[in-house]
């Protein structure tokens, strides 16, 4: 079955980096996208960072632009989300999520068809 799964999160002081992972399976189709988005706590969920699987192109929020990157490795299904100079502002839980069809912003979740099941992060002293 379908499944995605998301690693790599947890506790880091702020200024540090993290970086996550997202793994996805079990699809009979080629993906269009793979994104990520994050839900701080008390807040809505948000678009972070989304690539398509196909040529690599990349977008991202304005709050992580030049913090952020979003790479894919195409052999392993796998798109990793690099997470550098953290602020207390990036702690959410933070997801993973497949467009098996052509979208045209894809940091608009509503265009997403599976999700993963969350990874925390917390930036904190």
Do not use: H
Request: glycine letters at 12%; aromatic letters at 12%; charged letters at 20%.
């Amino acid at each position: 079955q379908v499944q995605l799964v998301e690693s790599g999160g947890g506790l880091v002081q702020p200024g540090g980096s993290l970086r996550l992972s997202c793994k996805a399976s079990g699809f009979s189709r080629d993906l269009y996208a793979i994104g990520w988005f994050r839900r701080p706590p008390g807040k809505e969920r948000k678009g972070v960072s989304c690539i398509t699987i196909s040529d690599g192109r990349t977008s991202s929020a304005d709050s992580v632009k030049g913090r952020f990157s979003i790479s894919r490795d195409n052999a392993k299904n796998t798109v990793f989300l690099q997470m550098d100079s953290l602020k207390p502002d990036d702690t959410a839980i933070y997801y993973c999520a497949v467009a098996e069809e052509y979208v045209w912003n894809c940091l608009y979740e509503g265009d997403y068809n599976y999700w993963g099941q969350g990874t925390q992060v917390t930036v904190s002293s």
